[in-house]
């Protein structure tokens, strides 16, 4: 649990968050069912998908997402025109989800949504401030294939709810509204036409109402008697409650600037929003929830370590578990079958978060004992692999890419040349990392025979590393440092530092370590961002900033340097504590990309 006393003013503002729409994701944790919630001033979107990854046709670790084919435009009117403006927070101020206000001198309207047990939950609660009566309305737009059945036969259905009409079950219940006065703007009883639902209330002066938006995750229009009548507030509290009985299990810590103490809650608990099961009832871990809403065993195993961080370690395995499984017969372990195959940084993380939670749960000895076979064998597939490129020239000369990895896909940014193929220095550096994992493993568990062959393995393939990190490193007027490709300036700068931080392969202090860093921060936006992180040549993968460079800075003993740089990265997000991949480097930026 965080807790925050509020002893020191605040640094995050989100001055430099990037232009709306802003999203937050609602869900229970670890659970199937999500609800993307888009904000942008004067009214937000509801979007979300009856598929999810248990299902079979979405095999585990490949890149294949399910499509968000459900989409809800909702906005606030008050005397038939919409508002100007509207801010948002999340509940609680770190929760997963959202206090959507609307304010005005006659009125407001104030959404809250969050999941429910069974539902994701808008409750509605409208106030007239003025001294004459006034009408307020929720307009849900829905569009095609969406159905109101009140616009089929308005004698027969109420108004009151829209259904999938066609893309699923007829009579699937898409949104179900309650506790208007009416759902119609007219006498007649009809909707604005029969992809639309509104909420009408005809508030006196100075009263208040409250209604609700309820997006039932499996229900049909044989159970709307049920559903009108259910308590939802009740429903709602208790996913709140939910919610903070999961945060009250993490670790104990004390942030002074309370935005910041909000910062790490509501990313701890997206880190649960970003999983979900399996039909075997294992979970996986996704890097974002809807254009990445795929496993890989990158970002996910990076969730898992921050669990165990926060006590969480049987969630953490729960996790784990896919990504280890995922190995060829030969001992490949970079996913030859997944999303990640050919990028040889697989094994890095994977050997990581497994020496991670071991250290972290106290040397679960018999945790480390079921993944280290996997480890040994990976270590063994590496150096054959390694093997192939120990080949010197007619004259004897050794190719900058001596004793490294075959080639492989970069990704991140990562260039050869043009090429988004070939021999990675970061893929290399997190792959011998690996191999150092499988050689501490099997001292821990008194692998004798194994120790002596993966000492040897380690030890070759790190001297053949740190000989092409310095042939291959580029000389600079500011010192030398470690390019994506040995010899090579193209591409991104992501991944050179994660050799100081986790894999500790040089010392924080090298001259390679410190030329990589001023390479790096000679080219600063005026928000604090290291400018191409990742795929944009002119923007910022913020995230990148604390994962690479402050973590360097942190090794270095530089802790000022790392909260400077945290700072800029929570005023890069938006009010809601979220981020997108990849952005432009001004406030307001119109430039995104990722998810």
């Known amino acids: 649990a965080v807790g925050s006393q509020g002893s020191m003013p605040t640094k995050v503002d989100f001055s430099y968050a990037f232009a709306t729409p802003h999203r937050v994701t609602v869900g229970r944790p670890d659970a199937s069912d999500r609800t993307l919630i888009d904000l942008q001033p004067g009214n937000l979107k509801l979007s979300w ?220 608990a997206d880190l649960f929003i970003m999983r979900e099961p399996l039909a075997d009832g294992r979970i996986i871990g996704v890097p974002g929830t809807e254009g990445y809403r795929a496993g890989n065993s990158a970002e996910p195993l990076i969730i898992c370590v921050a669990l165990d961080q926060n006590g969480f370690h049987r969630e953490s395995a729960a996790a784990s578990s896919v990504s280890f499984d995922m190995q060829s017969s030969d001992g490949c372990w970079a996913d030859r079958a997944g999303w990640m195959h050919a990028m040889w940084c697989g094994s890095g993380f994977k050997a990581w978060a497994a020496m991670e939670h071991y250290r972290l749960t106290d040397n679960d000895r018999s945790f480390l004992k079921k993944v280290y076979p996997r480890m040994l064998a990976s270590s063994r597939w590496q150096d054959q692999q390694r093997a192939r490129s120990r080949k010197t020239t007619d004259n004897g000369a050794k190719p900058l890419t001596y004793g490294l990895m075959p080639r492989g896909f970069g ?114 936006s005026k928000g604090g961002q290291p400018i191409h992180t990742g795929w944009m040549a002119d923007g910022a993968w913020v995230a990148i900033t604390l994962d690479n460079i402050a973590e360097a800075h942190l090794a270095r003993g530089n802790g000022d340097a790392a909260a400077k740089y945290l700072c800029s990265t929570l005023n890069h997000g938006t009010p809601l504590y979220t981020w997108c991949e990849e952005r432009g480097l001004e406030p307001g930026t119109t430039k995104t990309s990722g998810d």
């Open 411 to 524: 990704d991140c940014g990562l260039k050869n040349d043009n090429d988004l193929y070939g021999v990675f220095l970061p893929h290399n550096i997190w792959a011998v990392y690996a191999d150092r994992c499988s050689f501490e493993a099997a001292q821990v568990l008194g692998k004798k025979r194994d120790t002596e062959e993966l000492k040897k393995i380690y030890e070759t393939a790190r001297i053949d590393l740190l000989a092409a990190l310095d042939r291959g490193a580029i000389a600079d007027p500011n010192g030398r440092w470690i390019p994506g490709v040995p010899g090579k300036t193209s591409g991104s700068c992501w991944g050179a530092l994660n050799v100081v931080s986790p894999c500790g392969l040089l010392p924080p202090d090298h001259e390679l370590v410190t030329g990589t860093l001023r390479k790096i921060e000679a080219n600063i």
């Open 49 to 268: 998908t009856y598929e999810n990854l248990s299902m079979p046709i979405y095999p585990p670790l490949t890149f294949r997402t399910p499509t968000t084919l459900w989409k809800i435009q909702v906005t606030p009117q008050l005397d038939g025109k919409p508002f100007a403006s509207s801010r948002w927070t999340r509940p609680d101020g770190f929760l997963p989800g959202v206090v959507n206000r609307y304010d005005s001198e006659q009125g407001s309207f104030c959404l809250e949504a969050v999941s429910g047990l069974t539902a994701a939950l808008v409750r509605v609660e409208i106030a007239n401030t003025d001294s004459k009566p006034h009408q307020f309305v929720l307009r849900c737009d829905a569009g095609w294939p969406s159905e109101n059945p009140a616009w089929v036969d308005v004698s027969q259905n109420a108004g009151d709810n829209l259904q999938a009409g066609w893309k699923d079950r007829a009579d699937r219940i898409l949104v179900l509204g309650i506790g208007a006065d009416a759902y119609a703007l007219q006498a007649d009883g009809l909707p604005p036409n029969g992809n639309t639902l509104v909420l009408v209330w005809n508030a006196k002066p100075g009263e208040k109402r409250t209604g609700w938006i309820v997006r039932p995750y499996s229900a049909y229009a044989d159970e709307l008697p049920v559903l009108r009548t259910h308590d939802w507030t009740h429903e709602l509290e208790q996913g709140k409650k939910e919610w903070r009985e999961v945060l009250g299990r993490a670790s104990q810590l004390n942030i002074p600037d309370a935005g910041v103490a909000n910062a790490y809650r509501a990313c701890l």
